[in-house]
């Protein structure tokens, strides 16, 4: 069931389903202004209540497509975060879909990262503007560490620029009211067990780490606790393949589906359909099992999803499908 939940560090309460904005932006498929608008109007319509965008997605167009659907409703009736780190520079040159994105027809400008004091208050400014808000609940810091910048000079370099400058702005838009909280947000848990080191973030966004075909993280978990950090869990859908209909077609990782993954996931789907549950609802659900986690995150892509999602995070589930879910290692 859809709840509200408490980041413990400032008091902020979310609801515990948080609509991921970046589809918006064509993220795999291209929609219309006008599609990506009703969608979010529908959203609305069903009782989502948290919306996820960031500056990367599309480039700026998922920003501006989910500010313009939510000028239908008031601003403090809902939760809104987006991120810092990558500023947006006119594009010179002609491109379509640049590589290692997937956003297809994007706003021509370039990401240019930037995690210092500067770069995070301009983001910031941009993002205002491109939403057409008053202010911003929560701001992630997006995409530090490996996963996106490999074993380089280049991801120390933007590391420490976040942590020596960068969090000084964060720490500032949170004293001066801009905000209500910040954290990061990561495709791995161990830049975000590394930020713990040096600074104090009040929530975190583990994307596609943490769902019914990866589990084991107790590490983390337990140095959030500690740390009191609130964990917002982004990809429950495994990037698309607990829940596409043809999941040798489907995405995983942002490649092809590997056949153990397959695999996998067919075993999963077949105890959910013995207890008569739809497999994206446990997909759901599971992540929000975790004491520390506040919200799960979700891509929407049509109307069909806004109201699906919706009601999968309402559905009442079994305790037997979760023993039985736990008798093959998923707990």
């Given amino acids: 069931m859809i709840t509200m939940n408490e980041i413990k560090s400032v008091g902020l309460s979310v609801p515990s389903l948080t609509f991921g904005a970046a589809s918006l932006a064509n993220l795999f498929k291209e929609l219309t202004n006008a599609e990506a608008i009703a969608i979010v109007d529908k959203a609305i319509q069903v009782g989502w209540r948290y919306f996820d965008c960031a500056p990367h997605y599309g480039s700026g167009l998922s920003e501006l497509r989910l500010g313009l659907g939510l000028r239908g409703i008031e601003r403090n009736d809902y939760i809104l975060s987006t991120k810092v780190g990558r500023l947006l520079q006119s594009r010179k040159h002609q491109s ?26 301009r983001s910031y400014e941009d993002s205002i ?5 008053r202010y911003i609940d929560i701001l992630y810091v997006h995409d530090l560490g490996t996963y996106t910048y490999g074993k ?4 120390r370099y933007h590391f420490k620029n976040f942590c020596e400058s960068g969090q000084k702005a964060l720490d500032e838009l949170k004293r001066n009211g801009d905000i209500k909280a910040w954290g990061v947000g990561a495709n791995e848990e161990d830049i975000l067990m590394e930020v713990m080191d040096y600074a ?10 943490y769902n019914l075909l990866e589990t084991d993280h107790q590490s983390f978990f337990a140095k959030c606790e500690k ?9 429950p859908f495994a990037t698309g393949v607990l829940v596409a209909k043809d999941k040798k077609l489907s995405i995983y990782e942002y490649g092809k589906v ?7 996931v067919n075993e999963i789907e077949t105890i959910c359909q013995q207890h008569d549950v739809p497999i994206g609802a446990a997909a759901l659900q599971f992540p929000l099992r975790n004491k520390n986690v506040v919200t799960v995150t979700c891509g ?21 499908l979760w023993d039985a879910l736990a008798n093959i290692g998923i707990q």
Avoid at 96 to 120: C, H, K, T
Avoid at 129 to 133: F, I, K, N
Avoid at 258 to 264: E, I, K, Q, S
């Fill in 152 to 155: 380089t000079e280049q991801e």
């Fill in 300 to 320: 929407v892509q049509s109307i069909e999803q806004a109201e699906k999602n919706y009601q999968w995070a309402n559905m009442n589930i079994p305790q037997s």
């Fill in 129 to 133: 503007q491109r939403l057409g808000v």
């Fill in 227 to 235: 740390n009191g950090v609130s964990v917002a869990v982004a990809a």
């Fill in 200 to 209: 104090s973030p009040d929530i975190f966004m583990l994307a596609n780490r």
């Fill in 96 to 121: 379509g879909l640049e590589a290692g994105d997937f956003f297809f027809n994007e706003n021509p400008f370039d990401r240019v990262a930037d995690y210092s004091y500067q770069g995070i208050m």
């Fill in 258 to 264: 590997p056949d153990a993954t397959l695999l996998r």
